[in-house]
């Protein structure tokens, strides 16, 4: 069984957006939306256009860690597939694959689906692959990753790496056909970068600037391409 897990936080139009590309995907068993607080009445959306979804809400907004984690307990798969809201230019087909190539190759722990086309300096600094929130993965890793690293907010992509760094696992990603939304263009220039610096500070904070540097350099550099 596979489960879809899409925190959101007031992504009304943009989770609509990928919503409709994800419920093309067959393969996927069941597809749960985590409402961290949302204002904009984005889960009325969703429960009157995708009525197959599940929509679930946390008591306030507490970030995307603690969000994730509620929907790790409500789903039901092996499986799971952690997924942005805010995200353009997905391809049905791509997802496809890339959770079929998953399931095909059971020594796989997880597969990352960092963007085809990362501007430079994303590419250089390797963000596109360390912070990538578009992941396919097993549910016992994430059950370990809570219990042993317990991240808070914005952390939960660090302490997952770190968590297959540790345990050498065997990761690889695949580049699709997506982009994420900048936060300057959601909150505006001023707030999108406060808010990226608040992000980066709690990412630093919790492996420290060393542990930080370890995952540039030394996570994620098995890349497959699949044939189409």
Do not use: W
């Amino acid at each position: 069984m596979i489960s879809c897990i899409i925190p959101f936080h007031n992504e009304k139009d943009r989770i609509h957006r990928v919503l409709k590309v994800i419920t093309q995907i067959v393969s996927l068993d069941e597809i749960i939306c985590v409402d961290d607080g949302s204002t904009d009445g984005g889960r009325k959306i969703i429960q009157e256009n995708f009525p197959k979804c599940i929509c679930i809400s946390s008591e306030g907004q507490c970030g995307k860690s603690h969000a994730v984690q509620l929907g790790l307990h409500t789903s039901h798969g092996d499986t799971l597939f952690l997924l942005d809201a805010d995200l353009k230019n997905l391809k049905a087909d791509e997802l496809s694959h890339a959770i079929k190539y998953f399931e095909n190759n059971p020594t796989l722990d997880m597969l990352l689906l960092p963007d085809l086309h990362p501007n430079i300096e994303t590419r250089l600094s390797r963000h596109d692959i360390i912070f990538s929130g578009k992941r396919v993965l097993k549910r016992r890793d994430l059950l370990c990753i809570f219990s042993k690293y317990s991240p808070k907010r914005y952390q939960l992509e660090i302490a997952i790496n770190q968590y297959m760094m540790d345990e050498n696992k065997n990761v690889e990603y695949l580049r699709i056909s997506s982009n994420d939304t900048v936060k300057s263009e959601k909150i505006g220039l001023i707030r999108g970068t406060f808010k990226n610096i608040s992000m980066l500070s709690s990412i630093v904070l919790f492996r420290g600037f060393f542990g930080y540097i370890s995952q540039v350099v030394m996570f994620g550099h098995d890349e497959v391409r699949l044939s189409s």
